[in-house]
């Protein structure tokens, strides 16, 4: 068996750029051409930088997954702000296990799902923009949840929270969709959380303070594989 797999298939270009990000960018392209045409050089090169900006934050490399049964693999880019047992949450009746990622404007912004399985439910959440490294911001603000089904009944809840810059949402799957491991499914841009609810006895791979990848860095492991892909 391979210890990596593709769950998307590799992008033909060299810069790959996330598609919500395509009208922004060709509209920051073509100011910069205006501007040019124009001779306004100063106005052309603060349009040009805004331009490669735009294009850094929508970058969407691609990434090879770890082929490994029962795994469970970071669906964002980011640092790991908490890990731990939380009692009373709003996703399941049981206790969980909760491990929340941050991402600035520096990180890639697209999603990844963290097991294969099914989606048996979306639930979206209007509410405020605080700053996404805060406790309060996992319910407070703005939230799409994804709540997934492994092959072998487990349930997990990936929840992505808008920031305080953050004022979009993307969430590409639907109902009854059947994912893989480290598959896109959507992105939140501008500065943003995702919070990962897995079942209590999911053995946690990540510490606060560690720098993760969407679809690369493993948050843990179901026991004697029992998420197997």
């Known amino acids: 068996m391979d210890d990596f797999i593709w769950s998307d298939p590799p992008s033909r270009w060299a810069f790959p750029i996330a598609k919500a990000g395509y009208p922004l960018l060709f509209g920051a392209a073509f100011v910069t051409l205006v501007l040019a045409l124009l001779a306004l050089t100063p106005l052309a090169l603060a349009a040009l930088v805004g331009t490669l900006c735009i294009a850094g934050f929508f970058r969407d490399p691609d990434r090879l997954i770890p082929n490994r049964s029962g795994v469970v693999v970071s669906p964002a880019d980011g640092r790991v702000i908490s890990v731990g047992r939380t009692k009373g949450n709003p ?7 909760k491990i929340s990622i941050f991402m600035s404007v520096f990180n890639v912004h697209v999603n990844r799902i963290p097991v294969e399985g099914r989606v048996y439910r979306i639930r979206y959440q209007p509410g405020k923009f605080v700053a996404a490294d805060r406790a309060e911001a996992s319910m407070r603000n703005e939230h799409n949840a994804v ?9 997990l809840c990936v929840v992505q929270v808008a920031g305080l810059i953050a004022r979009r949402i993307i969430c590409q799957v639907q109902c009854d969709d059947t994912v893989r491991r480290g598959q896109r499914f959507g992105m939140i841009c501008f500065g943003s959380r995702l919070d990962v609810y897995l079942p209590q006895d999911v053995t946690p791979a990540v510490s606060v303070g560690d720098r993760v990848q969407a ?9 004697d594989g029992d998420a197997h892909p």
Request: hydrophobic share 35%; aromatic share 16%.
């Open 91 to 97: 996703f399941f009746d049981e206790d969980v296990t």
């Open 215 to 223: 679809g690369t860095s493993i948050l843990g492991s179901f026991p």
């Open 147 to 155: 709540f997934l089904e492994t092959g072998m009944g487990r349930r």
